[in-house]
């Protein structure tokens, strides 16, 4: 090889192609915008082709800033970036986002939604609607179809991003399948067949509504398939959940399936780092998400109890009260509003680390009835802080690897980020016999076998 | 109650100054630095710099944490040790004084009396001060020169990279760390640096450097007459213990503070361990002084373990030690040579797509296993203890080379490969089995 000087270039980290690319991707959402406030016309081409851009435009960055990059590790600048660093783009898009589901959860006719026939957004997406499933669109429609571009668009940045490492891969293709199969086209394929409709792998207690009066009768109602939906659904909490989770731990859901995990590993994967890994933030964990999981209980006891008993209220309370508040506080405020919209400044798991009562339940079982968890190398950490800045669930896997111990806790999602952004290859996740699961390496003595200054416990 | 004081809060004293605490609730531990008040991962300062960590995710523990522990953390400067008062006389000028004193001074880096290696835009690469200063001085760099082959170089060629500064690596050996690797895995490590963008130079030395009339270095030349262009220069040709301010007192010191098995140096009640340790008798094949993470943190539980009143030898146990080389994750275990040391044998495994290699190394005569080489693979570091320790037949291992495999679920198996290269070497077949689940590894590391 030369050892003459000159011969070495190094690129800049954003070319000019992916610049043409932002700005495409910025011109279509301004396109957007522009028929949000019925500025200028809408039909199907307009649609299309904004969708087409939109996908492109990220696919093309992506593509533009990692293929010609060695696969590995790319984290460099991400807290210099404003977006991504809690600086004043993060602030201003956290606003827009915090605004989009404000009007999406309580101002659909700001968004074009018409009973007469839709206009502007919601408008802009009823061609789609109607090939789909043979109705106008809803603003939840407008919603799901940009949620799934946006699992589908940034999953593909995620694997170019990940393309030297298996796990992240196929983790990523499993979420983007799920999205688009399960949560969005089928469910309406099973309205164009005058089924319910029915996203298979949203399970209760993450799926609020499972067990309202309005949904079970509808399932009801629906004949075999129907009863199916309704059957499998309880399978899934009661059976077939808790069997994988003891197998693979909540991954298989939280990371593999799950349509909010989705999101957060892929559009909200710039964020990541930015989950607190402070005690303090360990504490507030505690206090909101096995209240909010209790709460979900009680609701849920309460419904049923009404839709059995025929009595409006339980303990004085009207059980419809507290699905109401429960939908408000939890389900609008918490999983979508703060849930996304805080995604620049919280991180992208706020809502399952703080919230969501689906893995407060896979937590319990990952913690206490799970073959699951992510082994340290023996003495090999450098406690370096990688794998606790990258986790996105707010663990600090330093403790734990910097002692030797293996880490099992509830929170864990199983994202396997940690053990990729490892520098010495210090972390593995795996399934294995319960047997002394939580126990410490000899070859890193560093205070192990001890209850001494114990890392976050649960 | 006795009062125990560190000098030197990085791995190897704090280390000990938290096993002690465990083991002795009562003593008062003081910990001083002058170059930070609370322990942070020196390993991960080049994160800081790229972008990818801030300073207190470094920190390994949080800073209410000491307190609580009752470990005093003193940002000082320790200007000088009244062996007989037992005192010590601090920069600010406060005096302290120690029943016991630990010195976990660290290193420095090397300097060679290079000419103009005083020029500003010339630094070292080891502490907090260096990075804030190397990202002062980052806005007027064109190109950076980094002097040196190792681990420390590397880092800053990483850091450059990363904020897309030029780089010019002059290295004097014929590959990338060939002093420390066998030559295959230093021509990965080499052709990985160059595919980077990085300008390598192999086989090059540093003559000296100029300086602009600010006395800035702006160039550095070679032995061969080459006049590099730069606004930094890296020297990063290694370290050595950082004990010349002890020097001519009553501390016996060689390379480093010398110390016995127990760590204790010649003067009773002062204690020497990590960096600046230099072992009177190392255990066989081990070098006296060794700056290594690993070596610290073991040396620093060790000693807390003698404080506490549980004699304990230091024993380095078997040697391990990991980095990366940009993308390419290292680890190695056991015993690896740059040349092979006559007797012994070795397989490497080369993946024909990627920057990937497994090396086994083996006693020609007795079979037993004697190193484990790896580049962008991991293995399990307790079954390649036990595996080292035990001195396992070579083709044992191999045939069970499964149960070490530590790289994530679905990662590609290495394991037909590897025996393929035995037997293209030896001629022998061996039966690979299968074992590779966790339990496997469980039921192996109990046996």
Redesign the interface.
Same mark, same amino acid.
């Given at each position: 090889?030369s050892?003459k000087?000159?011969?070495?270039?190094?690129?800049?980290?954003i070319q000019t192609p992916q610049h043409w690319m932002t700005a495409a991707g910025f011109a279509a959402l301004a396109y957007m915008i522009l028929v949000a406030l019925h500025l200028v016309p809408a039909n199907g081409w307009v649609l299309a082709s904004t969708l087409l851009v939109l996908s492109l435009s990220i696919a093309g960055f992506a593509w533009l800033g990692h293929a010609r990059r060695?696969? +590995?590790?790319h984290?460099?600048?991400?807290?210099? =970036?404003s977006l991504s660093s809690r600086g004043l783009v993060a602030w201003l898009a956290a606003a827009l986002l915090t605004f989009f589901y404000c009007l999406l959860y309580w101002k659909g006719e700001w968004l074009g939604l018409r009973t007469e026939g839709n206009v502007g957004l919601v408008g802009l997406f009823d061609p789609l609607s109607h090939w789909l499933k043979g109705h106008p669109a809803s603003q939840w429609f407008v919603y799901g179809v940009l949620y799934t571009l946006a699992i589908l668009a940034f999953g593909f940045k995620f694997i170019l991003k990940y393309r030297?490492? /298996?796990?992240q891969v196929?983790r990523t293709l499993s979420t983007m399948f799920f999205q688009l199969a399960f949560a969005f086209l089928l469910p309406e394929f099973f309205m164009r067949m005058n089924l319910p409709y029915n996203d298979l792998k949203n399970m209760w207690p993450l799926n609020y509504y499972f067990f309202d009066a309005w949904n079970i009768d509808s399932l009801l109602a629906a004949g075999g398939a129907g009863k199916f939906f309704l059957v499998f659904g309880i399978l899934m909490v009661l059976a077939i959940s808790p069997t994988l989770c003891f197998f693979f731990g909540k991954r298989w859901y939280c990371s593999w399936v799950c349509g909010c995990g989705g999101l957060a590993e892929t559009a909200g994967d710039p964020f990541r780092?930015l989950s607190s890994k402070? $005690?303090r933030a360990w504490h507030i964990e505690q206090w909101l998400l096995y209240p909010i999981l209790l709460f979900s209980l009680v609701m849920t006891a309460g419904v049923l109890y009404s839709y059995f008993s025929g009595q409006a209220q339980l303990m004085g309370i009207s059980t419809a009260s507290l699905r109401a508040w429960y939908g408000f506080a939890v389900g609008a405020a918490f999983s979508g509003i703060v849930g996304v919209g805080f995604y620049p400044l919280l991180g992208s798991r706020v809502w399952c680390r703080f919230g969501c009562p689906m893995a407060a339940l896979l937590g319990i079982q990952q913690k206490f009835f799970s073959r699951f968890r992510i $082994?340290t190398?023996? +003495?090999?950490c450098?406690?370096? +802080? &990688?794998c =606790?800045?990258y986790c996105e669930m707010g663990i600090d896997v /330093?403790?734990y690897a910097?002692r030797g111990q293996s880490v099992v806790r509830a929170s864990c999602v199983g994202c396997?980020i940690c053990?990729?952004v490892c520098? /010495?290859?210090v972390l /593995?996740?795996? &399934?294995?016999?319960r047997l &002394?699961r939580e126990s410490s390496?000899p070859?890193a003595?560093?205070?192990h076998n001890?209850s001494? &200054?114990h890392p976050q416990g649960a | 109650m006795p009062r125990t004081v560190i000098i030197g809060n990085g791995v190897a004293g704090i280390s000990c100054a938290r096993k002690l605490r465990q083991l002795a609730v009562e003593e008062s531990i003081s910990v001083i630095s002058s170059e930070s008040e609370y322990f942070f991962s020196r390993t991960a300062l080049m994160y800081v710099y790229m972008g990818h960590m801030r300073w207190q995710d470094l920190e390994p523990y949080e800073r209410q944490s000491w307190p609580q522990q009752g470990i005093e953390c003193i940002l000082a400067r320790v200007a000088k040790i009244d062996f007989d008062e037992r005192t010590l006389m601090l920069d600010n000028g406060q005096k302290m004084g120690y029943d016991r004193l630990i010195l976990a001074t660290g290193s420095v880096p090397n300097r060679f009396g290079w000419p103009g290696e005083e020029l500003r835009g010339v630094t070292g690469f080891y502490s907090k001060q260096d990075l804030e200063h190397i990202e002062l001085l980052t806005p007027g760099i064109r190109r950076a020169v980094i002097v040196g082959g190792g681990l420390i170089g590397i880092e800053l060629a990483e850091m450059f990279h990363s904020r897309n500064i030029p780089v010019t690596m002059l290295v004097r050996e014929q590959q990338y760390w060939s002093s420390v690797l066998p030559v295959e895995e230093a021509q990965m490590i080499s052709a990985h640096i160059r595919n980077k963008g990085i300008d390598l130079r192999l086989g090059v030395e540093l003559k000296e450097l100029e300086g602009d009339d600010d006395s800035r270095v702006c160039a550095v030349h070679t032995p061969e007459g080459d006049r590099i262009e730069c606004n930094f220069v890296g020297l990063t040709a290694g370290v050595r213990p950082n004990i010349d301010w002890l020097k001519g007192g009553p501390l016996e010191t060689d390379r480093g503070i010398l110390v016995d098995s127990l760590l204790r140096t010649n003067i009773p009640g002062i204690y020497a361990i990590g960096d600046c340790a230099q072992l009177r008798k190392p255990s066989e094949g081990r070098k006296p002084v060794e700056a290594v993470w690993y070596s610290g943190r073991k040396m620093g539980e060790c000693l807390a373990l003698n404080l506490a009143g549980r004699e304990t030898p230091y024993d380095p146990g078997i040697w391990f030690n990991s980095a990366k080389f940009f993308d390419i994750e290292h680890q190695v275990y056991g015993s690896i040579l740059p040349t092979p040391s006559p007797g012994t044998n070795s397989i490497l495994w080369n993946h024909p797509a990627s920057d990937r290699s497994i090396r086994i190394v083996y006693d020609t005569a007795t079979g037993c296993l004697t190193g484990i080489n790896l580049m962008g693979v991991r293995f399990r570091h307790e079954v390649c203890d036990k595996w080292l320790r035990e001195k396992t037949q070579v083709e044992h291992v191999l045939s069970n080379i499964r149960l070490a495999f530590f790289d994530p679920e679905f990662f590609p198996d290495f394991a037909p490969p590897l025996l393929e290269a035995y037997s293209k070497k030896t001629g022998r077949q061996l039966r690979l089995h299968s074992p590779d689940k966790l339990s496997d590894v469980l039921r192996f590391l109990r046996s």
């Amino acid at each position: 090889m030369s050892n003459k000087p000159g011969s070495y270039r190094i690129p800049p980290v954003i070319q000019t192609p992916q610049h043409w690319m932002t700005a495409a991707g910025f011109a279509a959402l301004a396109y957007m915008i522009l028929v949000a406030l019925h500025l200028v016309p809408a039909n199907g081409w307009v649609l299309a082709s904004t969708l087409l851009v939109l996908s492109l435009s990220i696919a093309g960055f992506a593509w533009l800033g990692h293929a010609r990059r060695l696969p +590995g590790i790319h984290h460099d600048g991400i807290w210099f =970036s404003s977006l991504s660093s809690r600086g004043l783009v993060a602030w201003l898009a956290a606003a827009l986002l915090t605004f989009f589901y404000c009007l999406l959860y309580w101002k659909g006719e700001w968004l074009g939604l018409r009973t007469e026939g839709n206009v502007g957004l919601v408008g802009l997406f009823d061609p789609l609607s109607h090939w789909l499933k043979g109705h106008p669109a809803s603003q939840w429609f407008v919603y799901g179809v940009l949620y799934t571009l946006a699992i589908l668009a940034f999953g593909f940045k995620f694997i170019l991003k990940y393309r030297h490492n /298996r796990y992240q891969v196929l983790r990523t293709l499993s979420t983007m399948f799920f999205q688009l199969a399960f949560a969005f086209l089928l469910p309406e394929f099973f309205m164009r067949m005058n089924l319910p409709y029915n996203d298979l792998k949203n399970m209760w207690p993450l799926n609020y509504y499972f067990f309202d009066a309005w949904n079970i009768d509808s399932l009801l109602a629906a004949g075999g398939a129907g009863k199916f939906f309704l059957v499998f659904g309880i399978l899934m909490v009661l059976a077939i959940s808790p069997t994988l989770c003891f197998f693979f731990g909540k991954r298989w859901y939280c990371s593999w399936v799950c349509g909010c995990g989705g999101l957060a590993e892929t559009a909200g994967d710039p964020f990541r780092h930015l989950s607190s890994k402070s $005690t303090r933030a360990w504490h507030i964990e505690q206090w909101l998400l096995y209240p909010i999981l209790l709460f979900s209980l009680v609701m849920t006891a309460g419904v049923l109890y009404s839709y059995f008993s025929g009595q409006a209220q339980l303990m004085g309370i009207s059980t419809a009260s507290l699905r109401a508040w429960y939908g408000f506080a939890v389900g609008a405020a918490f999983s979508g509003i703060v849930g996304v919209g805080f995604y620049p400044l919280l991180g992208s798991r706020v809502w399952c680390r703080f919230g969501c009562p689906m893995a407060a339940l896979l937590g319990i079982q990952q913690k206490f009835f799970s073959r699951f968890r992510i $082994t340290t190398n023996g +003495g090999q950490c450098i406690s370096c +802080g &990688n794998c =606790s800045s990258y986790c996105e669930m707010g663990i600090d896997v /330093r403790a734990y690897a910097q002692r030797g111990q293996s880490v099992v806790r509830a929170s864990c999602v199983g994202c396997g980020i940690c053990a990729a952004v490892c520098p /010495r290859g210090v972390l /593995r996740l795996e &399934n294995g016999p319960r047997l &002394n699961r939580e126990s410490s390496s000899p070859l890193a003595s560093s205070i192990h076998n001890s209850s001494f &200054n114990h890392p976050q416990g649960a | 109650m006795p009062r125990t004081v560190i000098i030197g809060n990085g791995v190897a004293g704090i280390s000990c100054a938290r096993k002690l605490r465990q083991l002795a609730v009562e003593e008062s531990i003081s910990v001083i630095s002058s170059e930070s008040e609370y322990f942070f991962s020196r390993t991960a300062l080049m994160y800081v710099y790229m972008g990818h960590m801030r300073w207190q995710d470094l920190e390994p523990y949080e800073r209410q944490s000491w307190p609580q522990q009752g470990i005093e953390c003193i940002l000082a400067r320790v200007a000088k040790i009244d062996f007989d008062e037992r005192t010590l006389m601090l920069d600010n000028g406060q005096k302290m004084g120690y029943d016991r004193l630990i010195l976990a001074t660290g290193s420095v880096p090397n300097r060679f009396g290079w000419p103009g290696e005083e020029l500003r835009g010339v630094t070292g690469f080891y502490s907090k001060q260096d990075l804030e200063h190397i990202e002062l001085l980052t806005p007027g760099i064109r190109r950076a020169v980094i002097v040196g082959g190792g681990l420390i170089g590397i880092e800053l060629a990483e850091m450059f990279h990363s904020r897309n500064i030029p780089v010019t690596m002059l290295v004097r050996e014929q590959q990338y760390w060939s002093s420390v690797l066998p030559v295959e895995e230093a021509q990965m490590i080499s052709a990985h640096i160059r595919n980077k963008g990085i300008d390598l130079r192999l086989g090059v030395e540093l003559k000296e450097l100029e300086g602009d009339d600010d006395s800035r270095v702006c160039a550095v030349h070679t032995p061969e007459g080459d006049r590099i262009e730069c606004n930094f220069v890296g020297l990063t040709a290694g370290v050595r213990p950082n004990i010349d301010w002890l020097k001519g007192g009553p501390l016996e010191t060689d390379r480093g503070i010398l110390v016995d098995s127990l760590l204790r140096t010649n003067i009773p009640g002062i204690y020497a361990i990590g960096d600046c340790a230099q072992l009177r008798k190392p255990s066989e094949g081990r070098k006296p002084v060794e700056a290594v993470w690993y070596s610290g943190r073991k040396m620093g539980e060790c000693l807390a373990l003698n404080l506490a009143g549980r004699e304990t030898p230091y024993d380095p146990g078997i040697w391990f030690n990991s980095a990366k080389f940009f993308d390419i994750e290292h680890q190695v275990y056991g015993s690896i040579l740059p040349t092979p040391s006559p007797g012994t044998n070795s397989i490497l495994w080369n993946h024909p797509a990627s920057d990937r290699s497994i090396r086994i190394v083996y006693d020609t005569a007795t079979g037993c296993l004697t190193g484990i080489n790896l580049m962008g693979v991991r293995f399990r570091h307790e079954v390649c203890d036990k595996w080292l320790r035990e001195k396992t037949q070579v083709e044992h291992v191999l045939s069970n080379i499964r149960l070490a495999f530590f790289d994530p679920e679905f990662f590609p198996d290495f394991a037909p490969p590897l025996l393929e290269a035995y037997s293209k070497k030896t001629g022998r077949q061996l039966r690979l089995h299968s074992p590779d689940k966790l339990s496997d590894v469980l039921r192996f590391l109990r046996s």
